[in-house]
C-alpha cells in the first residue's frame, strides 16, 4: 500500500512539478488532478490572522444571526473571489464566506482547466494583494498557500454549504464562551497527561459512567445498555471506537446529556469541534480530551491507541 501511495505522489508530482515542488502548499489530494473537474472548498488565512476583512456583528434588527460587517478591503476580496469566472470560464463560484481573518470558498470547475488550481488561487490572491496594498502599504493580506478539500461523497455539498453559513454564528458562540474552546496543554487527568478543551468541571460531576461496548453486541444489547446508561445526572465517558459505542455517544449528545470524548488525536491552538459536538461544548455539555500530541497527518487507529483511550475512559469512570 505504501509503495502504491508513493508511486501516486511520484506520478502526481511529475505532472504538476511547479505546484507540487511548492513549500506552501499546506494540504492536498495525493494523486488528485487539480485540473479536471471537481468541487473544491478553498480556506485561506489573512497573515498572522489580522481581522483585516471585516468586522463580526451580533444579531439586530436586519440580522437574525451573527454576520460579518466587511471592510473596504473585504468588499474588494468578495469582488475578486466572484470574478474568478471571468479569467476563468470553467469555474462556477457556488458559494463564498467572508470572516474578519479567513475565508471559505466553494468553486465548481465544470471542465478542464488550462491550469492547475493552485494558479487560479495564486491570481486570486493577487487581486486582492494590490486592494491590500493601497489599504496598508507592504503588509501581506494572505499567508502563504492555501487549504482545500474536494467533494467526494453524497450530501457533502450541502455539509459544506451549512458550515459556511454558520461561520459567523459559530465564532460568536465562541468569543462569549471562550473557556470552553480554548485548548489546555499538559493537563493531568487520572494521572495521565492530556490535552483537553470543554467543561473541565464534568470531571467533577458525581457520576461519571463508561461507554464500553464490544463489537460482538448485537443491536439489541447496545439498546439495553444505552438504557442502563443514559439516565439523568450522569457524564458518558467514551472514545466512541466500535459502533455500538458511536451509538449510545451520538444518542447522549442529541439528547442532552454530557459527554466527555476521549480523542485519538490532539488539539491545535485554533482547534474547534465541529457539527453537534460545538453545540454542546457552547452549552458547556461537552470535554474533549486527548492523550495524544496533534498531528496533521491521517495515523490508523492502532490497537494499542484504542487500548490507552479505553484506559482513560476508565480512569477518568473510576476516579483512579
Not at 134 to 158: H, I, N, R
Request: hydrophobic share 40%; proline share 6%; charged share 25%.
Amino acid at each position: 500500500m505504501d509503495d502504491k501511495r508513493n508511486e501516486g505522489r511520484r506520478q502526481w508530482a511529475s505532472k504538476h512539478p511547479d505546484v507540487a515542488a511548492t513549500p506552501s502548499m499546506k494540504r492536498r489530494m495525493v494523486g488528485h488532478d487539480y485540473q479536471e473537474r471537481a468541487v473544491y472548498l478553498i480556506t485561506l488565512c489573512v497573515e498572522q490572522r489580522i481581522p483585516r476583512l471585516g468586522v463580526l456583528c451580533g444579531p439586530d434588527n436586519d440580522h437574525a444571526q451573527p454576520w460579518v460587517k466587511l471592510s473596504p478591503l473585504g468588499e474588494s476580496v468578495k469582488a475578486e473571489w466572484l470574478g474568478i469566472p471571468r479569467y476563468y470560464p470553467q469555474i462556477r463560484v457556488l458559494a463564498l464566506t467572508i470572516m474578519p481573518d479567513h475565508l471559505h470558498g466553494i468553486l465548481f470547475v465544470t471542465e478542464p482547466l488550462p491550469v492547475h488550481l493552485g494558479k487560479v488561487i495564486n491570481g486570486f490572491k493577487a487581486g486582492c494583494n494590490r486592494a491590500a496594498r493601497e489599504s496598508v502599504a507592504g503588509v501581506p493580506l494572505w499567508e502563504q498557500g492555501y487549504t482545500d478539500g474536494v467533494l467526494q461523497g453524497k450530501g457533502q455539498l450541502e455539509r459544506w454549504k451549512a458550515y459556511l453559513g454558520d461561520n459567523p454564528r459559530r465564532l460568536w458562540v465562541k468569543r462569549n464562551h471562550q473557556d470552553l474552546f480554548t485548548v489546555t496543554h499538559h493537563l493531568t487527568i487520572a494521572g495521565t497527561a492530556v490535552n483537553a478543551m470543554g467543561n473541565h468541571r464534568l470531571l467533577q460531576q458525581p457520576s461519571i459512567v463508561q461507554v464500553y461496548c464490544s463489537r460482538r453486541m448485537s443491536e439489541e444489547d447496545i439498546a439495553r445498555e444505552g438504557e442502563r446508561l443514559l439516565v439523568p445526572g450522569n457524564v458518558l465517558v467514551s472514545p466512541a471506537i466500535s459502533p455500538g459505542e458511536k451509538a449510545i455517544m451520538t444518542k447522549a449528545l442529541e439528547e442532552g446529556f454530557p459527554v466527555i470524548l476521549i480523542s485519538s488525536n490532539g488539539f491545535t491552538e485554533m482547534a474547534k469541534p465541529g457539527g453537534k459536538l460545538f453545540d454542546a461544548c457552547a452549552a458547556g455539555k461537552l470535554l474533549m480530551v486527548s492523550p495524544f500530541e496533534h498531528r496533521n497527518d491521517y495515523q490508523r487507529l492502532t490497537a494499542e491507541c484504542c487500548r490507552t483511550m479505553n484506559a482513560l475512559a476508565r480512569a477518568i469512570a473510576t476516579r483512579q
